[in-house]
């Protein structure tokens, strides 16, 4: 069965400092790719970065990295100098090729306090 | 450009109503799914919708319904309203079937049924 695991209900991170936001999946699909979302209290998703399973490199986009392990079945998301903004829930999901639906991890709440 | 618009945004129901909630999604986007947020089940998917037909369905009951029309706008119907259907519905809009990256969510529907 496929899943996804973030075992971080919560984090406190003081700002300007890096965070790490843990997420490790199960597929047999070896064609899947991983997302990292985050939902402020607006309720929108937003779209943060993507890794394709076959991807040789680490995705980044801007403050945000990926760091994929995938003997470990890890798709951990890295935010670099933390902002206040980016005090919200942050959701990883997965998408297998043989199944066209996003599944979802439980997400972590993140606050960066000033 | 405008991005995917879900309205109403909030509504209250009571139990054995039904409901419509609708997703306008980003223009040229062609494919368009939904998802329930609750916090004890977390993100689920409902269905996909590409072309007018419905490609993909989670696991729901009949009670909840979609189509989607020529000019991509989606909407979803639940009938016969339990009180565990109180929920945020999430609509996502992408180019392609299924994903390939990036999906496109709306602020969502937040339906509650006392």
């Known amino acids: 069965a496929q899943k996804i695991t973030q075992t971080q209900p919560g984090m406190f991170v003081q700002e300007k400092e890096a965070v790490t936001l843990d997420c490790t999946y199960d597929?047999?699909?070896?064609?899947?790719?991983l997302f990292w979302y985050k939902q402020p209290s607006s309720g929108e998703m937003i779209f943060l970065i993507y890794?394709?399973?076959?991807d040789q490199q680490n995705a980044t986009e801007g403050r945000y990295s990926l760091n994929f392990q995938k003997a470990r079945k890890s798709a951990n998301l890295v935010i670099s100098a933390s902002q206040l903004g980016d005090s919200a829930m942050y959701f990883c999901?997965?998408?297998?090729?043989?199944?066209?639906?996003?599944?979802w991890g439980a997400g972590t709440k993140l606050i960066i306090k000033p | 450009k405008a991005g995917v618009t879900q309205t109403p945004r909030y509504l209250i129901k009571t139990r054995g109503q039904q409901v419509t909630l609708s997703c306008s999604p980003i223009?040229?986007?062609?494919?368009v799914s939904w998802y329930q947020q609750t916090p004890g089940q977390g993100l689920q998917f409902l269905f996909e919708?590409?072309?007018?037909?419905?490609?993909n369905k989670g696991n729901f009951p009949g009670r909840f319904s979609g189509r989607q029309f020529s000019n991509s706008r989606s909407e979803m119907n639940v009938s016969t309203l339990e009180l565990g259907d109180s929920a945020l519905y999430l609509c996502?809009?992408?180019?392609?079937?299924?994903?390939?990256?990036?999906?496109?969510f709306g602020e969502g529907s937040r339906l509650t049924v006392l």
């Open positions: 919708y590409f072309s007018e037909t419905q490609r």
């Open positions: 223009s040229g986007h062609r494919s």
């Open positions: 996502a809009s992408s180019l392609f079937q299924g994903w390939t990256g990036e999906l496109f």
């Open positions: 597929t047999s699909d070896p064609s899947y790719g």
């Open positions: 999901a997965m998408s297998v090729d043989s199944n066209y639906q996003l599944i």
């Open positions: 890794q394709g399973s076959y």
